[in-house]
């Protein structure tokens, strides 16, 4: 039993070292770029239940202190949308109505994700954090659709995004088997793949262009 919980941890601490690594290298870009990293709804999910359960429903000490630091990381992924994501939507959307909807969008997120977190007694929020990470892999494939380009992405944003799930991902497979995260994993795993095909395709189209 010592052994499964200490190869848990590994995996734990994997998810969280990879996942701090994504965000730091998202908010690089972002200041290189001027450009945000994080889709809105995904910034909205992320920092929501990030703030749930750091401070609401903590998990427990280790992966709490986890979520803090992901929670001041994204504090700043939050900043860079305010700060750039205006010029991106300003033919689409005026000012105060781009901040209308960032923020009618993040309280609609919480709300969701506290009440479902009631409704499932999900109250280590393994399921709405798989669920979101599922919606994210989409919205990042979008993004790039979106802008056609590689602001506020790389190649090691992609990778470390998708190692980060992974491990998490193996050790809630191996210690509580769990079917539907499993599958919702193996639908991540697959969109990452996809998401990391177009990056790596997009970065070798500009390579070659220079």
Same mark, same amino acid.
């Given at each position: ?111 969701? %994700? ?59 497979? %191996? ?7 499993? %599958? ?27």
């Amino acid at each position: 039993m010592t052994n499964q919980i200490n190869w848990f941890l590994v995996l734990q601490l994997g998810m969280a070292l990879f996942w701090i690594l994504t965000y730091i290298l998202i908010i690089m870009r972002g200041f290189r770029d001027k450009a945000y990293g994080m889709p809105m709804v995904a910034i909205c999910a992320n920092i929501s239940w990030e703030f749930i359960f750091a401070f609401i429903y903590p998990i427990n000490d280790i992966q709490q202190k986890i979520t803090m630091i992901w929670f001041a990381l994204d504090s700043v992924i939050l900043m860079q949308y305010l700060i750039y994501g205006r010029k991106e939507f300003k033919k689409y959307l005026s000012k105060h109505l781009f901040y209308l909807s960032f923020f009618i969008t993040l309280g609609i997120s919480f709300y969701i %994700i506290l009440m479902i977190t009631h409704e499932i007694n999900d109250f280590e929020g393994k399921y709405v954090a798989f669920s979101q990470n599922l919606m994210m892999s989409g919205l990042f494939i979008s993004l790039l659709f979106w802008r056609g380009n590689l602001e506020g992405q790389s190649l090691a944003i992609a990778i470390f995004k998708m190692l980060g799930t992974l491990c998490i991902s193996i050790g809630l497979y %191996i210690y509580f088997q769990t079917s539907l995260i499993t %599958i919702i994993s193996v639908a991540i795993l697959i969109y990452d793949w996809i998401y990391i095909g177009l990056v790596y395709k997009l970065n070798r189209k500009k390579s070659l262009l220079h």
